[in-house]
Antibody, heavy 120, light 111 residues
Framework: QAQLVESGGGVVQPGTSLRLSCAASGFTFRNWGMHWVRQAPGKGLEWVAVIWFDGNNKFYIDSVKGRFTISRDNSKNTVHLQMNSLRAEDTAIYYC?????????????WGQGTLVTVSS | QSVLTQPPSVSGAPGQRVTISCTGSSSNMGAPYDVHWYQQLPGTAPKLLIFGNNNRPSGVPDRFSGSKSGTSASLAITGLQAEDEADYYCQSYDRSLSGSVFGGGTKVTVL
């Protein structure tokens, strides 16, 4: 059974940085694209970023381009989200999700999420 | 404002049938990319409910069904149960944005 466990969330001030991690187990990690999806308090889901199985392609939502970087280490079965220049509007639960590419893609496994709060 | 449009809420009595609509555009569902649905129970992570427009993952009751036509999709729940009270999200891929998009979510209330 696939399992994803996020870590690294916390309370930070605007303009600072945070690095989220997602540890994967129960499946062949290097074969799968991985995503980050976030959910602001009381709000809906928002896709943030994807990294392809080999790490060679990465895509981001416009609001985080140039500030966030997704990366992966296939030797350690982990995916990261480096978040710089954080803003109040980045406050959210950040979920790591495994993506299945099929006429677009969807997310079949999700982690429990890690909360990021950006506040002065 | 979400790229995919869902009603904020729907409700029904136990045993009834409810449907949730999801409306997109020519750059996502009309492209035509598939639509997928997720159930999020209070305080938990989303769970895949329907993939590829009308397919249920193993373990999802057949009370849940999906359909898609053009730029619109819908999720139907038949025989509504108290445990179905949750938020439901549709999701697709948008070629103009080069990324995934979600609907704003629909809260299902069991009366």
């Amino acid at each position: 059974q696939a399992q994803l466990v996020e870590s690294g969330g916390g309370v930070v001030q605007p303009g600072t940085s945070l690095r989220l991690s997602c540890a994967a187990s129960g499946f062949t990690f290097r074969n799968w694209g991985m995503h980050w999806v976030r959910q602001a308090p009381g709000k809906g889901l928002e896709w943030v970023a994807v990294i392809w199985f080999d790490g060679n392609n990465k895509f981001y939502i416009d609001s985080v381009k140039g500030r966030f970087t997704i990366s992966r280490d296939n030797s350690k079965n982990t995916v990261h989200l480096q978040m710089n220049s954080l803003r109040a509007e980045d406050t959210a639960i950040y979920y790591c999700a495994r993506g299945i590419a099929a006429n677009g893609y969807y997310f079949d496994y999700w982690g429990q999420g890690t909360l990021v709060t950006v506040s002065s | 404002q979400s790229v995919l449009t869902q009603p904020p809420s729907v409700s029904g009595a136990p045993g009834q049938r409810v449907t949730i609509s999801c409306t997109g555009s020519s750059s996502n569902m009309g492209a035509p990319y598939d639509v997928h649905w997720y159930q999020q129970l209070p305080g938990t992570a989303p769970k895949l409910l329907i993939f590829g427009n009308n397919n249920r993952p193993s373990g999802v009751p057949d009370r849940f069904s999906g359909s898609k036509s053009g730029t619109s999709a819908s999720l139907a729940i038949t025989g509504l149960q108290a445990e179905d009270e949750a938020d439901y999200y549709c999701q697709s891929y948008d070629r103009s944005l080069s990324g995934s998009v979600f609907g704003g979510g629909t809260k299902v209330t069991v009366l």
